[in-house]
């Protein structure tokens, strides 16, 4: 079945320093990826959408600057968080689809920990 | 406006217990997926059913589109079932974006 590979699964980082998070499509490839946060307890939230060669679609009240998408391939989207702080931490999934009809693939997640 | 409703919130049964958890979404969908997320937070995809019956094993999903609800199914329940169970639509016109329900949180106690 299809794949998504999602590192590092564990990061600790110190507050004003940059966090990069990969997501892999292993044997499909994603036109579109999507990026998820989740608090401790919550549903996912979606962040943003990336769509391979083109800027991603960030959802209100998600700081572009602050979350830097880039998908460069179709198989590779990362997201960055720059000068994180202690409240950037938290769960942090990305999904993968094929189509815009097909089944969504999700990576094991991030957890983000800012000290 | 546009809302994925699941439940029960949280449901507490014992090993061996059947179990059914629902989803009722506000508008005509054209995707819907199950998942379960597991203690350590990953998410594991059951179904894709935007409509009609499937089963995996002990799981089994029904979505009935016309009256905009979906059903999961859990027998014979296992302590490895204990997680969270999302359920996420994607409406029609919509771009294909996932909305997603608040979850139920299932725990089964041996």
């Known amino acids: 079945g299809a794949v998504v590979s999602q590192h590092p699964s564990r990061v600790i980082c110190k507050s004003g320093t940059s966090v990069k998070i990969e997501c892999r499509s292993l044997d499909f490839q994603a036109t579109t990826m999507f990026w998820y946060r989740q608090f401790p307890k919550k549903s996912l939230m979606l962040m943003a959408t990336s769509n391979e060669g083109s800027k991603a679609t960030y959802e209100q009240g998600v700081e572009k600057d602050k979350f830097l998408i880039n998908h460069a391939s179709l198989t590779l989207s990362t997201l960055t968080v720059t000068s994180a702080h202690p409240e950037d931490s938290s769960f942090y999934i990305c999904?993968?689809?094929?189509?815009?009809?097909?089944?969504?693939?999700f990576g094991n997640g991030t957890r983000l920990t800012v000290t | 406006g546009i809302q994925v409703e699941q439940s029960p919130p949280d449901l507490i049964l014992q090993e061996g217990a059947n179990s059914t958890l629902r989803c009722n979404f506000s508008d005509s969908v054209n995707n819907l997926q199950w998942f379960h997320q597991n203690p350590w937070g990953q998410l594991i995809n059951l179904f894709y059913i935007p409509s009609g019956t499937k089963q995996n094993g002990r799981l089994s999903a029904t979505t009935v589109a016309t009256e905009r609800y979906s059903l999961l199914y859990i027998s014979s329940s296992q302590t490895t079932d204990s997680g969270v169970y999302f359920c996420a639509v994607a409406f029609m016109d919509s771009n294909y974006q996932l909305i997603w329900g608040a979850g139920t949180k299932l725990i089964i106690k041996p």
């Open positions: 999904s993968a689809t094929t189509t815009g009809n097909s089944p969504l693939h």
